[in-house]
């Protein structure tokens, strides 16, 4: 849905998605944290004089600096929208961050926060966070959700979550994608859910006929 867009701006591919650049700009006091972005277009690029490469390199160095990724459990989230008493007057627990199931990643303004899983040090980061493995719910271009993989989680269950919330709250200007993903922290993996159960199927199948073989 994009196509036109990429057509004229400098992207790298990451699965289905695409990474795109935004230049940052100091706005004063106009805009909300004083700063605004400017998409970076292949125009752009040639009056820097610099690579497609180049601009990379010096995104994954310079986007974690200024804008930092941010992961907070749900209900510490829900916790700060709409202050802790009425959160539980409502219900809402406050958890243990080793309770919690799922989490949200953003940036400290959560503008384009999404962008944080291109950072090179994210999914470790958030595997710590997280206590192993975990699946990647694409919220929208300002935040992504992660679910911890207990074993139990059904990627297809996941998936339909996404496709219903990005029909019914999300504008099209801010969807992502309805796809999910996982991230394998022991093979250090990002992939579609999709690729990772036909991974781990394809693993099992493999550890059954070795039972075979030995029996």
């Known amino acids: 849905s994009n196509a036109e867009i990429l057509a004229n701006v400098p992207h790298k591919k990451m699965e289905d998605m695409s990474v795109v650049y935004r230049m940052l700009v100091d706005e004063g006091p106009a805009s909300d944290d004083g700063r605004?972005?400017?998409?970076?277009?292949?125009?752009?690029?040639?009056?820097?004089?610099?690579?497609?490469?180049?601009?990379?390199?010096?995104?994954m160095e310079?986007?974690?600096e200024l804008?930092?990724?941010?992961?907070?459990?749900?209900?510490?989230?829900?916790?700060?929208?709409?202050?802790?008493?009425?959160?539980?007057?409502m219900g809402i627990p406050e958890m243990d961050p080793a309770d919690e199931m799922m989490f949200v990643a953003s940036t400290p303004d959560r503008i384009h926060g999404a962008g944080?899983?291109?950072?090179?040090?994210?999914?470790?980061?958030?595997?710590?966070?997280?206590?192993?493995?975990?699946?990647?719910?694409?919220?929208?271009?300002?935040?992504?959700?992660?679910?911890?993989?207990?074993?139990?989680?059904?990627?297809d269950t996941l998936?339909?979550?996404?496709?219903?919330?990005?029909?019914?709250?999300?504008?099209?200007?801010?969807?992502?994608?309805?796809n999910v993903y996982h991230y394998d922290s022991k093979e250090h993996v990002f992939e579609l859910a999709e690729k990772f159960e036909a991974r781990q199927f394809n693993l099992e199948e493999s550890t059954d006929r070795e039972n075979e073989k030995d029996s």
């Open 116 to 155: 944080v899983i291109a950072y090179q040090e994210f999914m470790d980061q958030a595997a710590e966070k997280l206590g192993g493995d975990f699946f990647i719910l694409p919220s929208s271009i300002h935040e992504i959700l992660l679910v911890r993989d207990d074993g139990e989680t059904n990627a």
């Open 62 to 64: 310079n986007a974690p």
């Open 67 to 89: 804008k930092p990724a941010v992961i907070q459990g749900m209900s510490e989230i829900m916790m700060e929208m709409m202050g802790r008493e009425q959160a539980m007057e």
């Open 36 to 59: 605004a972005t400017v998409l970076v277009t292949n125009n752009l690029l040639d009056q820097f004089g610099i690579t497609a490469e180049q601009l990379h390199a010096d995104a």
């Open 159 to 178: 998936r339909d979550m996404v496709q219903e919330v990005n029909e019914t709250q999300v504008s099209p200007e801010e969807k992502l994608t309805d």
